[in-house]
């Protein structure tokens, strides 16, 4: 088995070299690092646009599975691609000290938040449970203050309050400022999703990304089984093309890939500048739900996107 254990083989998303020395792939000074900043970037934009898609996918999910059941099929053909992908690649088992991180991965983004936000989704819009992932960047970054030591400097928070000031003021009007049963779910999926980012970007510097979110599903598999068997046995299921799409595209697009390259993105560029490129997932869901929901947009939607892009713009140059 030639495999490198993905604990100890330095990666090409390792943390980026300071200035002056020499980068992941050989290359010296500020080109390896621009470089490295500049895809590390990509892959966490690639990201959002996948988690985007998620709350769209969900509601068409929910049009043939209950809730429980959704998510656990989703749980289980995510596990199944990812542990596909790991045993083709004969990847070895991560080391020992890596799996409390693994299992904090796996119970904020592919228990937690996606069994909260789906209950929401039973009693609420799209457009309002935006309200969450539009709280998520900060939150984020809040965490990774707290778990890692990250001091991003006072420009990078004022943007990112101003950020998520913007989205959650747009996201509450959308929603005529209600708040109820499914805000408690949303605001649980906050803080769960919140903390399996920061610890999935952690282990995304000493492993490769993919393997971060392969493992994490693939732990929670002998779980995420029985879990579908039963709520299958409960809940009717009535399979249409929309519900089909949605739970391929939760399973295989939000949970596996999408998390593959935001992984992947943040460590290559950091948590708190990766987790403020979030500040557009709101808007972009809005987006999608007005295409593939038929939801209403209302002219507020350009003016907030105009100043989320700014405060996104301030947190990607601020230093720290």
């Known amino acids: 088995m030639r495999a490198q254990s993905s604990a100890t083989t330095p990666t090409g998303i390792a943390v980026t070299p300071p200035n002056g020395t020499t980068g992941t792939h050989g290359t010296t000074g500020t080109t390896g690092t621009t470089g490295t900043t500049s895809a590390g970037t990509l892959q966490a934009a690639l990201g959002v646009v996948a988690f985007s898609l998620t709350f769209p996918a969900t509601a068409w999910g929910l049009e043939g599975f209950g809730p429980w059941s959704l998510v656990a099929v989703r749980s289980v053909l995510a596990a199944l691609i990812a ?5 083709a690649l004969r ?14 991965v796996a119970a904020g983004v592919v228990v937690g938040f996606p069994l909260l936000s ?37 420009t990078f928070w004022s943007a990112a309050l101003a950020g998520a000031a913007a989205v959650a003021a747009f996201t509450v009007q959308q929603s ?4 109820g049963t499914a805000d408690l779910y949303l605001f649980a999926a906050l803080l769960v999703c919140a903390a399996g980012y920061t610890e999935g970007g952690r282990l995304a510097r000493v492993m490769p990304g993919w393997q971060v979110i392969g493992w994490a599903l693939v732990l929670c598999l002998p779980a995420a089984v029985p879990a579908a068997a039963l709520a299958l046995s409960y809940e009717p299921v009535h399979l249409t093309t929309h519900s089909v799409a949605g739970l391929l595209w939760v399973a295989a697009g939000s949970q596996f890939l999408g998390l593959v390259v935001w992984y992947r993105g943040m460590a290559a560029i950091g948590i708190p500048r990766a987790s403020q490129l979030q500040l557009a997932q709101p808007l972009l869901t809005l987006v999608w739900s007005v295409l593939l929901l038929g939801e209403h947009l209302t002219v507020a939607a350009p003016l907030t996107a105009a100043a989320v892009l700014v405060c996104i713009a301030v947190t990607q140059r601020a230093r720290g």
Request: charge should be positive; charged fraction near 10%.
């Open 83 to 87: 542990g596909g992908c790991l045993l």
């Open 91 to 104: 990847v070895p088992l991560p080391g020992r000290r890596h799996w409390p991180g693994l299992a904090v």
């Open 118 to 154: 789906t209950l929401a989704l039973e009693t609420s819009t799209t457009a309002h449970a935006a309200v969450v992932v539009g709280l998520l960047p900060l939150t984020t970054a809040l965490c990774s203050a707290l778990r890692m030591g990250t001091r991003p400097s006072r």
């Open 176 to 179: 005529g400022g209600a708040l």
